[in-house]
């Protein structure tokens, strides 16, 4: 199973990217587990600077915008 | 060329609605008429235009331009991209954690900080559609100025003893001073789909901010009477600058909204350093960007910060008061 953190707080953006993730997920069918991390402390940890951001099985796939459904249909089915 | 918006709403509203001109409710109409549609016209022009030419610059480039540099020239490059930059509340928490952790000073990034809400491309467009560009100019370099300073001050007193700790830690190692930023070359077509989505993402954010700081201005152009105001704010006594200030903290809204309340304060003759420092003390010092700003600094350096924006609003104030019958004498 995926792990999938939403990196961002307090953006309506970031709320929509995690649903989004979900909901993409669960058309294909990938076991999926989506958290919205919002202690900022992430943000050092993963050195990102703009978000919404995602982190995939702890790697930082995109930063900075509400990713488009044909990038996160690739991140789940690799 | 700006005068057309006006002729067709006087047009529309006195002679197609049949209102009088006379009436509060007349002129109240026909100052919003006249300013939607022109506030609209010039932020779907300009904002695509602005978007167009800054499609490449992005938060991590601007980092770049800024890491490493002299601390002076630091502050003024801060204040200059916070300006061109556009702003929302939502991305200063992780810019302030991105520059910090880059060893960016915390004044250079307060500079940024300070700028960004006070100065962007809908508050130049709403300023210079509205009240020309002599009050377009001095905005902006009372804005600058005050992101400039604010900055060198906060270094001054040492403000990064006050950051919260996971960030000084972050600080003082650098944790992305290595922080690559890869340029892609844009296509025209890539710009242009950027300005598309920039203008439309714009205006689906400050649309209801257009009618509701026109709304007001224009309630307050049709019904406040005249001479209420002479009698009460044309002198110009020196405490209604700070009284100004204090009452703009807890009125929150965005520049798109205060701009028109500006302009109906000004034409009702309330002077411009008093009308300035309200404004700029509604939108820069709000209390929901110091909570998101709290993840960040303690509580002494927000207390910092907002007693400095405060004491430069009024002194902007006040300066510009005294100063006023030399700088507009057109006007």
């Known amino acids: 199973m995926k792990q999938i953190k939403v990196l961002g707080s307090g953006c309506a953006r970031c709320a929509d990217t995690a649903k989004l993730i979900e909901a993409t997920a669960e058309r294909l069918g990938v076991a999926v587990q989506v958290v919205k991390e919002t202690n900022p402390q992430a943000l050092v940890t993963y050195r990102v ?5 995602v982190v995939i099985d702890e790697t930082l796939v995109h930063s900075g915008s509400m990713p488009k459904t044909e990038h996160i249909e690739g991140w789940l089915q690799s | 060329m700006l005068e057309i918006f006006n002729y067709l709403a006087d047009r529309l509203v006195y002679e197609l609605i049949g209102l009088a001109p006379e009436t509060a409710l007349g002129s109240a109409a026909s100052f919003f008429v006249a300013s939607v549609s022109k506030i609209f016209v010039l932020l779907v ?5 602005l978007a167009w030419l800054r499609a490449s610059l992005n938060l991590e480039r601007v980092r770049g331009y800024i890491a490493g540099k002299h601390r002076l020239t630091g502050y003024f490059l801060g204040a200059g991209f916070g300006a061109v930059t556009p702003f ?3 991305s200063s928490v992780p810019v302030f954690i991105g520059f910090t952790s880059a060893r960016i000073p915390i004044g250079v990034t307060m500079s940024f900080l300070l700028t960004s809400p006070m100065i962007n491309e809908v508050a130049v467009v709403l300023l210079w559609g509205l009240l020309g560009w002599q009050m377009t100019l001095l905005y902006i370099v009372v804005g600058l100025s005050i992101g400039i300073l604010g900055g060198a001050l906060l270094d001054a007193l040492r403000a990064e003893r006050y950051l919260q700790p996971f960030l000084a830690k972050a600080y003082a190692e650098g944790a992305m001073t290595d922080a ?5 070359r844009l296509s025209l077509r890539d710009r242009h789909d950027f300005a598309r989505d920039e203008t439309l993402g714009i205006l689906r954010r400050v649309w209801i901010w ?3 700081g026109v709304g007001l201005g224009a309630v307050l152009y049709g019904y406040v009477p005249d001479d209420w105001v002479e009698r009460h704010l044309m002198d110009g006594a020196w405490w209604q600058v700070p009284l100004a200030v204090l009452l703009g903290i807890p009125l929150y809204t965005n520049v798109t909204g205060i701009v028109p309340v500006m302009e109906s304060l000004l034409l009702k003759g309330v002077p411009i350093g008093t009308t300035l420092a309200f404004c700029m003390s509604t939108v820069a010092a709000s209390f929901p960007e110091f909570m998101l700003l709290k993840q960040v600094m303690q509580w002494r350096l927000l207390a910092l910060i907002f007693v400095l924006l405060l004491l430069a609003f009024t002194l902007v104030g006040w300066l510009l008061n005294a100063l006023a019958p030399l700088l507009f004498v057109g006007l």
């Open chain 2, 210 to 212: 257009v009618f509701i």
């Open chain 2, 88 to 90: 929302c509340s939502c």
């Open chain 1, 49 to 53: 600077m703009s978000t919404p951001a």
């Open chain 2, 45 to 49: 022009v300009l904002i695509y235009v």
């Open chain 2, 180 to 184: 690559r930023t890869e340029s892609k």
